[in-house]
């Protein structure tokens, strides 16, 4: 449901097929041969520090990367990051975040499979965009270059649940504040959460 901030890239071209990158200390142990992939995709790349704690900026910039077509992006926040991986052809990412963003965007990303990613997509029937080596994430590449991809029916379904979880929240909110429950006076536990927020 999240909405980003906009942010431009710099130096597009409109309707220039863009591929954003991002790269963690775990990427080269899964797959040595990243940098090499990376450099045969024929399109303009975006390298995208998204894990700022990983200081994967750093990591990307010591990477023999070949940058002739390509952006560096700075830190950014959240909701630029959101902006910015809407506006990709499709994404290679590390983290489950970046994945998120790019699906709920409609952008195609190949992933790396672990636990917590593959709980997510696996139901989704997007466990083919996870990998776990250079052959599978070629792969992965190869079918973005061949196939159209639309993830809009599953984009859909998964906004609906979410209102209709919102909506839920909703009604039970409503129905306590009814019987006088859970108000801010009443209720001890919001008390003391909006102590600890006053002291923060």
């Known amino acids: 449901m999240m909405t980003g901030e906009p942010y431009r890239l710099d130096g597009v071209e409109p309707g220039e097929p863009l591929v ?14 990243f940098v090499e992939i990376v450099n045969a995709i024929p399109h303009a790349k975006v390298f995208i520090p998204f894990t700022h704690y990983n200081h994967d900026d750093s990591l990307m910039a010591a990477l023999a990367f070949d940058r002739r077509n390509s952006i560096t992006l700075p830190r950014l926040t959240p909701e630029q990051l959101h902006s910015v991986i809407g506006q990709m052809t499709y994404v290679v990412v590390f983290s489950l975040h970046a994945s998120i963003f790019a699906f709920s965007q409609n952008v195609p990303f190949a992933t790396v499979r672990q636990l917590k990613v593959a709980n997510y997509f696996e139901d989704r029937g997007l466990e083919r965009w996870m990998f776990r080596s250079g052959d599978e994430l070629r792969q992965i590449l190869d079918g973005f270059a061949r196939d159209r991809v639309d993830l809009t029916e599953l984009i859909e379904a998964d906004r609906a649940a979410i209102r209709g979880a919102f909506d839920e929240f909703a009604d039970i909110v409503q129905q306590r504040r009814t019987r006088g429950e859970g108000t801010p006076a009443s209720d001890p536990a919001h008390q003391r959460v909006d102590e600890s927020l006053s002291e923060a």
């Open 20 to 33: 954003g990158i991002h790269v963690v200390p775990y990427t080269l142990r899964l797959c040595p041969d």
